[in-house]
Antibody
Framework: QVQLVQSGAEVKKPGASVKVSCKASGYTFITYGLSWVRQAPGQGLEWMGWISAYNGNTNYAQKFQGRVTMTRDTSTSTAYMELMSLRSDDTAVYYC??????????????WGQGTLVTVSS | DIQMTQSPSSLSASVGDRVTFTCRASQNINTYLNWYQQKPGKAPSLLISAASSLQSGVPSRFSGSGSGTDFTLTISSLQPEDFATYYCQQSYSTPRSFGQGTKLEIK
């Protein structure tokens, strides 16, 4: 069965960087891209961007351009999301999600368990 | 960018009630509309894709409809496990976007 397992919770100081991992199993990693979605405490879901597991191409939300880097390691079937220059409003749960083609659409079918990143001085 | 707007933001209902949530897109997205359910402390879970296609394992009391800019999610007879937050999401274009969610609470 498809699983996306993320790295553990992080506490960072303002201005620092954080790198979250997402290890995929149960399917051929390079077949599908991965998106990152975050959720601030008590708030909704925010799409941050996408990476092709096949060739590493990325598509970042404008809001995060210049501050986020998404990479992948095909040898370990792991995707990474690094967010730099952290601010307190970056405190959120960060999810990786696998978008799949379904009849008539594409949708986030599989999700990681989430990684809480807390930014605090 | 496509903005997604859900209403209401919260809803109180009782077990057995029929409830309907609304999602509106800022431009035509055909049926590139998905619905997710999220319970506290858990990742979202896909309920309905392409506006009306129920995912495998999702109870038939859930249904979705709509196309273009206006969409609805209906639960025909609420069960205790349905109390959660529901999000719509467009997959018509990037950046992908979600509605702000509708929190369904027990009356």
């Amino acid at each position: 069965q498809v699983q996306l397992v993320q790295s553990g919770a992080e506490v960072k100081k303002p201005g620092a960087s954080v790198k979250v991992s997402c290890k995929a199993s149960g399917y051929t990693f390079i077949t599908y891209g991965l998106s990152w979605v975050r959720q601030a405490p008590g708030q909704g879901l925010e799409w941050m961007g996408w990476i092709s597991a096949y060739n590493g191409n990325t598509n970042y939300a404008q809001k995060f351009q210049g501050r986020v880097t998404m990479t992948r390691d095909t040898s370990t079937s792991t995707a990474y999301m690094e967010l730099m220059s952290l601010r307190s409003d970056d405190t959120a749960v960060y999810y990786c999600a696998s978008e799949r083609e379904l009849t008539g659409t594409v949708a986030f079918v599989y999700w990681g368990q989430g990684t809480l990143v807390t930014v605090s001085s | 960018d496509i903005q997604m707007t859900q209403s209401p933001s919260s809803l109180s209902a009782s077990v057995g009630d029929r409830v309907t949530f609304t999602c509106r897109a800022s431009q035509n997205i055909n049926t590139y509309l998905n619905w997710y359910q999220q319970k506290p402390g858990k990742a979202p879970s896909l309920l309905i894709s392409a506006a009306s296609s129920l995912q495998s394992g999702v109870p038939s009391r859930f249904s979705g409809s709509g196309s273009g800019t206006d969409f609805t999610l209906t639960i025909s007879s609420l069960q205790p496990e349905d109390f959660a937050t529901y999000y719509c999401q467009q997959s018509y274009s990037t950046p992908r976007s979600f509605g702000q969610g509708t929190k369904l609470e027990i009356k």
